[in-house]
């Protein structure tokens, strides 16, 4: 039996760096203190709303307690929420199939369209499933003699404690500008990042001598997984490919934390259209495919 589902919305601020709120949707039942569905969202610009505002995947979460009668009338309040104040549209974007229990994945979806909602992007994402083995059985021939050409070279790949954020900002938007990508994070908020999650967001860095050539912010956003949300390599460096060590170092840190999967997220060039380069490049490192999708709903 299903206990009456009640809703608290809960607004936030979004920061220094933005204007606006953050909407915070908590589903509850009577007979359970903590909430069993979860959605944030955000109105960047009048009427249209996305779930989330920054991050690359959002959307509902829900435990084994919400129930499909429960899902249906969070995603109902969310609705009428958003058409009271004039919304014309609301995109999720979520997490990869592998983030979901199978069970949790397709009754979402399910929601999603039953509510209205179309899909409105596919994408396929990569991830490194952390095992037992080494990081070299994960990975295709001509990755490992890279990673033995890296080492060879006397690179040195780790965790880093204390790197600022100005160089890191820096770092990244320098790399990825080279090679025509945008940096859609400030220092400011790299900053507020490194401060605010100190235990979830970790630098790791490959070092030619004392000089960095390839670094990697990640996010661990959950006990299990954790996000490799931002990458950059100094272009010089291509011959060596240090993306490669720096990507086992990674997956060290996930042995010894006991993360069962590094998530390599999705391949686009600086379009934001699919490279098909940069998937094969995550499926020779070890990555497996899954499903991650777009959701739009127009009012």
Not at 136 to 155: M, Q
Not at 205 to 232: M, P, Q, W
Not at 240 to 253: A, G, H, N
Request: net charge positive.
């Amino acid at each position: 039996m299903s206990f009456r589902p009640f809703l608290y919305l809960k607004p936030e601020h979004l920061g220094t760096q933005s204007t606006g709120l953050i909407f915070s949707f908590l589903l509850f039942t009577e007979n359970i203190p903590a909430p069993c569905g979860i959605f944030h969202c955000a109105e960047p610009t009048p009427g249209h709303w996305v779930s989330p505002l920054r991050a690359p995947f959002g959307g509902i979460q829900v435990d084994k307690n919400c129930k499909q009668d429960d899902l249906d009338f969070l995603v109902c309040c969310i609705k009428e929420f958003i058409a009271a104040r004039e919304g014309k549209k609301l995109i999720v974007k979520t997490a990869p199939l592998s983030y979901y229990a199978a069970w949790e994945y397709i009754r979402l979806d399910y929601t999603y369209r039953s509510a209205g909602f179309t899909v409105s992007g596919e994408f396929i994402n990569h991830s490194i499933p952390v095992d037992s083995d080494r990081f070299t059985y994960h990975i295709a021939a001509s990755e490992n003699r890279k990673l033995k050409r890296a080492k060879a070279a006397g690179f040195r790949a780790g965790l880093e404690q204390n790197l600022p954020a100005g160089f890191i900002h820096s770092f990244l938007f320098e790399c990825r500008t080279l090679k025509g990508y945008s940096l859609t994070l400030s220092q400011q908020q790299i900053e507020e990042l490194l401060m605010k999650f100190k235990e979830e967001v970790k630098i790791f860095t490959v070092r030619d001598s004392e000089k960095i050539i390839a670094l990697s912010l990640t996010v661990r956003v959950s006990r299990g997984i954790i996000y490799n949300f931002l990458s950059a390599d100094v272009p010089d460096y291509r011959h060596y490919s240090p993306y490669v060590i720096l990507t086992e170092t990674i997956y060290s840190y996930c042995w010894k934390e006991g993360i069962a999967t590094l998530d390599l997220g999705i391949s686009l060039d600086h379009k934001g259209i699919h490279k098909p380069s940069l998937a094969r490049f995550k499926q020779n490192i070890g990555g497996k495919e899954s499903v991650k999708r777009t959701y739009e709903l127009t009012f």
